[in-house]
């Protein structure tokens, strides 16, 4: 069987993040970390393959981005996935989160997985909805933020916590899972293994190599088109207290309060 | 015109719908007038999606609803539904309410019908016959409009939309028989809205002390509850920990959780995620105790108390007792 893991390089948490507002399009010139909510999928695809109910004769790390992408590949790879696939092409600039999802698909039927694992979100765009824009296209079913996962009779049992209340489904593969963060605790790369990542294989593929129609990705084969970008309204800042001396600290807190006839 | 109707998700469980899914119905029905269209609502469900809960749609404003027999708590399926319907009636907009099944359905709804879908919206206007979304974007920094090029897939965020009743009126029902897709049938609900933990109640208090992962492990707990009890209050918890076990599922404010609004909100070890905001952000006073002073949870807190809360928590317990002692 073969897992297929979709990653993504987001600028680092520590980095303010803006768009550009002559564009719509975010900067992206700050980033270089591999989202942490990958890290969670990679983990799994490696426990799967760990735990031996299934036969997983490769896993796959599969991104689209810029060049510098390919860093996010690298680092998916010292993690445990033994090749990559990267999806780089200028017309692919400015896809909105539909566009984004079908280009994936078109990379991922290449690949034929029998699994295809992403974490529930990205820390940049936050578009926790990619797994299901992927799996339609795919015409695999798909679950989201799912924290518990295990392989019964070939098929992955998951639960996740919806609107009411912990939900358990079963889903057939091929299918389309994100995971959120509680479903592990990711491991660390090891030396070796960050330093052989560069030389595992890595597939770089335009959008003619897996069948993406031009027409339907990029800013022109977006079907969203964002714009005025403003800031919120003001909010009053709120008080901030460094607590160096925590008596001192508490009694702040409770003059605070007292001011407010909160206690 | 036909494509002026709006077409809203409605989520139910237990016999009632989703009160996000009712703020939608309500947002809907006031766009698709603005318009020149109607709402019309599509719910999926089993027995229990009876005609009488399906025509109280109409009390939020909904004209007609589309009941589908299908499996319950599962996006595809609802996918299959809404895009039949969609293509049958030709509408051109689609909108839910803050939801986790909202989301997948309408970003699968979007690649179906290739449309733009636009998420976590907080406002929805209509501007030369089309409709604008708003997003808060980056941590709420900022903030995106979306137009559409053609249809629009638009999926509020937790809260954004409220419900409104409109007096008496009821909503046409019409069943609809829908073939689902062979991949909407692979997933199988096995089990539905489990509750993980004791049933404690936290939408009446006027204090809650919540906890998130900053608290280190489940036995960070029992000092949050001494200082709910000295506060006269009670504990509330975030995703994390509870998805961890350390608190029950009934205790946790957020997207999948309690929405809420104390007088008092203290937050310990909570960063701040926008999942957690929404459940929490129109409580009147909010403290929050992170040892991160760049945690989001500064930006939306009224008193923000950079430190250790090992060493806070305790005493601020220690001090709020004396003070009501004395």
Not at chain 2, 44 to 73: I, W, Y
């Amino acid at each position: 069987m073969k897992i297929c893991v979709l990653v993504k390089e987001v600028p680092d948490a520590a980095v303010q993040k803006r768009i550009d507002p002559a564009t719509g399009r975010m900067d992206r010139s700050g980033e270089r970390n591999l989202n942490p909510y990958d890290t969670h999928a990679i983990e799994a695809a490696m426990q799967i393959r760990e735990g031996g109910a299934l036969q997983i004769d490769e896993i796959v790390a599969v991104t689209m981005g810029p060049d510098s992408a390919v860093r996010a590949l690298h680092k998916a790879v010292s993690l445990g996935a033994d090749r990559s696939v990267h999806l780089s092409d200028d017309a692919l600039a400015g896809s909105d989160v539909a566009a984004t999802g079908y280009a994936l698909a078109k990379t991922l039927q290449r690949e034929s997985p029998d699994l295809v694992l992403l974490g529930q979100q990205s820390d940049d765009g936050e578009c926790y909805t990619i797994g299901a824009v992927v799996a339609d296209h795919l015409q695999m079913p798909s679950l989201t933020q799912v924290i518990k996962m295990d392989v019964a009779d070939g098929k992955l049992r998951c639960e996740r916590q919806a609107e009411y209340g912990y939900d358990t489904v079963e889903v057939q593969m091929p299918a389309v899972i994100s995971v959120g963060d509680a479903i592990n605790e990711p491991r660390y790369p090891s030396l070796k293994a960050i330093m052989g990542a560069k030389k595992k294989p890595l597939d770089a593929v335009a959008i003619a190599d897996v069948g993406i129609e031009a027409d339907r990705v990029g800013e022109q084969g977006s079907k969203v088109i964002c714009s005025d970008f403003k800031a919120p309204p003001a909010k009053a800042a709120g008080e901030i207290i460094e607590d160096e001396d925590t008596g001192e600290t508490v009694e702040k807190i409770l003059a605070w309060l007292d001011e407010r006839k909160l206690i | 015109m036909a494509q002026n109707d709006i077409l809203v998700y409605a989520l139910h469980y237990d016999g009632a719908l989703n009160k996000n899914s009712l703020g939608a119905v309500s947002e809907g029905a006031r766009l698709a007038k603005e318009l020149g269209g109607a709402c019309h609502v599509l719910a999926l469900g089993g027995d229990d999606l009876t005609t009488e809960l399906c025509a109280s749609a109409g009390a939020h404003g909904a004209e007609k609803v589309f009941r589908v027999n299908g499996p319950e708590g599962l996006a595809q399926p609802v996918i299959d539904a809404m895009a039949q319907v969609m293509d049958d009636g030709g509408h051109r907009y689609a909108l839910f309410g803050g939801g986790l099944l909202g989301f997948e359905i309408g970003a699968g709804l979007a690649a179906r019908l290739n449309a733009g879908v636009t998420m976590e919206v907080t406002a929805v206007r209509v501007a030369d016959g089309e409709l604008l979304a708003e997003r808060p974007i980056h941590g709420d920094s900022s903030i995106s409009t979306s137009r559409y090029r053609d249809r629009g897939i638009i999926i509020g965020r937790l809260n954004a939309f409220e419900a409104h009743e409109v007096d008496g009126a009821s909503a046409e029902v019409q069943d609809v028989r829908v073939e689902f897709s062979p991949w909407s049938t692979q997933a199988t609900m096995v089990k539905r809205g489990e509750q993980r933990g004791a049933d404690v109640n936290i939408e009446d208090a006027k204090v809650l002390a919540a906890g998130g992962r900053g608290l280190g492990k489940a036995e960070g707990f029992d000092a949050l509850e001494e200082l709910a009890g000295a506060l006269g209050g009670t504990v509330a918890a975030t995703r994390a920990v509870v998805d961890a076990g350390w608190y029950p599922y009934a205790a946790q404010i957020g997207q999948t959780g309690k929405t809420v609004s104390p007088k008092l909100y203290l937050a310990a070890g909570i960063s701040g995620a926008i999942q957690h905001k929404v459940g929490m952000q129109s409580s009147e006073n909010i403290v929050a105790i992170n040892k991160d002073a760049n945690a989001p949870i500064f930006e939306f807190s009224d008193l923000g108390i950079v430190g250790d809360l090992n060493k806070i928590v305790p005493k601020l317990t220690a001090a709020v007792k004396a003070r009501k002692g004395g």
